[in-house]
């Protein structure tokens, strides 16, 4: 009873430094900002629900026109656990191993299992909400679609709370296993991104590959692979929606045993392989070199090239959805027309693309927010940098051009790998870059912003604040709103181009992104210098 009340206690503890709960705890000056925050957090999460029915609903409405609405909820135990899986696996570093605390955590007077299983369970938290805002949704749009079953229904609100645990020990294992790998390297961070990217897209090719079948439709692939792809998806369907005992039995078996498999290897090697970790591999003689001058700004930009690099959460968490774009885009290069209409499930799919690919890249780019964060990773060290005989400008320019540097490359190569792939015309390309260029613009310069206004330097874990910062999730959430201008400006200026469309949305986020560059110009030395003294 004490080492779970102590459990407990380390978790309560833990929380609010891995998630960004630092809202909740602000000074008298900012009473204004947290209450707006308590507040706006439950209506995005109620938004998002909303959504989710809406998209589960839409998916199980063509499901039942084929007569397989009955897979709708396996479709659904499938997504929320490859989202946990693709979240969570560049989490391991730095929430189960190497994290900022481990030294005074371990000095406690705790049993180090106590404190293993806290990590674990801190994991389990993080991506909880992932699976409700998915599952529920699902839930509710299957019971409209089918008939209200309200035993079922609550099986599924309680089953739910299970799904994580597979998706989790998978990721937990991979992200290990690579982090062990990499460790032996003496570019052990180069070599674990690299391990890392390579096991993400492995992985979605794999599934991709298992999905394709002939000219079928993607939807119709899916559902007759789902039993073979994952098959605790359908173990949770049939236990749950078709109320088979065997398979219900089956699913917890499947899901708290492979948790307690992974937990008793896990507490076993916890201290071992963070003490390990910790090793860091013996580096090359220091050489003597030139001393190479530069601007202020010059010096600035690489510090932040260096520690984006630095850290594999942040290159993890940010690159991710800018490199596997370029993939999928060097790999429609070799699709031919037929093919594609056959992955996707229609005919005609290039033309039907067309209208969606900006929203598409725009939207990976808005995922993007490496500016979102740069200023509290500098934690303790903020002080350093407001030392420094330089303007706040300089700073702030710094983080948004590296920003800017690792996304607009991104655009422009991939929308000119599409206009080869697609025989895209100048309209086509011309609306194929702008939104993605504008959108990087917003996500650089609202970032650093935000991360102004929202600072979390207090942070125990990088992920903390790359993943689950109050200011990345502004960015992220207002820069994927700005993604769908294009259709607000085609719905109240009917009859407009799609270049138009995307032009005056793209002259809308400049101007945007304009004021709130002035804003920071204007505000921002003083803000910089009040920062961390509180």
């Not at 309200?150 to 709370?161: K, T, W």
């Not at 903020?382 to 303007?391: A, D, G, M, Q, Y």
């Not at 599409?418 to 970032?447: N, Q, R």
Request: net charge positive; aromatic share 14%.
């Amino acid at each position: 009873m004490r080492e779970f009340k102590i459990l407990i206690r380390l978790v309560l503890t833990q929380f609010p430094n891995v998630f960004d709960l630092s809202f909740a705890k602000l000074g008298k000056n900012k009473k204004n900002i947290s209450s707006a925050f308590k507040f706006i957090i439950p209506i995005a999460f109620l938004l998002l629900c909303l959504f989710s029915f809406f998209y589960s609903y839409g998916i199980g409405f063509g499901l039942q026109m084929a007569g397989r609405v009955n897979i709708l909820m396996e479709l659904a135990a499938l997504t929320a656990s490859v989202a946990i899986f693709f979240t969570s696996i560049y989490k391991i570093r730095g929430i189960l191993f190497d994290f900022k605390d481990f030294d005074f955590v371990m000095s406690l007077p705790f049993k180090f299992i106590t404190v293993a299983i806290s990590r674990l369970l801190l994991l389990y938290l993080i991506n909880l909400p992932t699976v409700l805002i998915i599952m529920w949704p699902a839930g509710v749009a299957y019971c409209m679609l089918t008939g209200w079953d309200s035993i079922s229904f609550f099986m599924n609100v309680v089953g739910a709370l299970f799904i994580p645990f597979i998706p989790i020990t998978f990721a937990a294992a991979v992200g290990t296993i690579i982090a062990f790998i990499a460790q032996g390297f003496r570019k052990s961070k180069v070599i674990n991104i690299i391990l890392m990217f390579t096991a993400l897209i492995g992985f979605m090719a794999a599934s991709f590959s298992m999905n394709s079948a002939g000219n079928r439709s993607a939807l119709t692939a899916a559902a007759g692979n789902i039993s073979s792809i994952y098959p605790p998806a359908v173990f949770f369907e049939k236990g749950i929606w078709e109320k088979n005992l065997v398979y219900l039995l089956l699913f917890i078996f499947v899901s708290v045993g492979s948790l307690l498999l992974f937990l008793l290897v896990f507490t076993k090697y916890f201290l071992r392989l963070n003490t390990l970790l910790l090793i860091k591999a013996p580096s090359r003689g220091y050489k003597t070199g030139k001393i190479k001058g530069g601007t202020p700004f010059q010096a600035l930009f690489i510090k932040e090239l260096k520690r984006y690099f630095a850290s594999v959460n942040y290159v993890l968490n940010t690159g991710f959805g800018p490199v596997l774009l370029t993939v999928m885009c060097i790999v429609q290069l070799f699709l031919k027309p037929a093919q594609l209409d056959g992955l996707l499930g229609m005919e005609g799919s290039i033309d039907y693309l067309k209208h969606f690919i900006p929203q598409f890249i725009g939207f990976c780019i808005a995922m993007t927010c490496i500016s979102a964060s740069s200023l509290s990773l500098e934690g303790k060290n903020l002080w350093l940098i407001k030392s420094l005989p330089v303007t706040a400008e300089t700073i702030f320019r710094s983080k948004i051009v590296l920003n800017l540097v690792m996304t607009i490359p991104f655009c422009i190569i991939d929308g000119i790998l599409l206009a080869i792939g697609l025989k895209l015309d100048l309209s086509e390309v011309l609306s194929l870059l702008m939104l993605p260029i504008a959108i990087s613009f917003y996500t650089s310069v609202s970032g650093l912003y935000f991360n102004l206004l929202l600072p979390k330097l207090d942070w125990s874990t990088e992920i903390a604040v790359i993943k689950q910062s109050i200011a990345v999730m502004v960015t992220m959430f207002t820069g994927g709103g700005l993604v769908m201008l294009p259709v607000v400006t085609a719905f109240f200026l009917p009859g407009i181009t799609s270049l138009a469309a995307i032009g005056i949305s793209s002259v809308i986020i400049f101007i945007i992104t304009g004021i709130i560059y002035t804003s920071l110009l204007k505000t921002g030395q003083k803000k910089l210098m009040l920062l961390g003294s509180n």
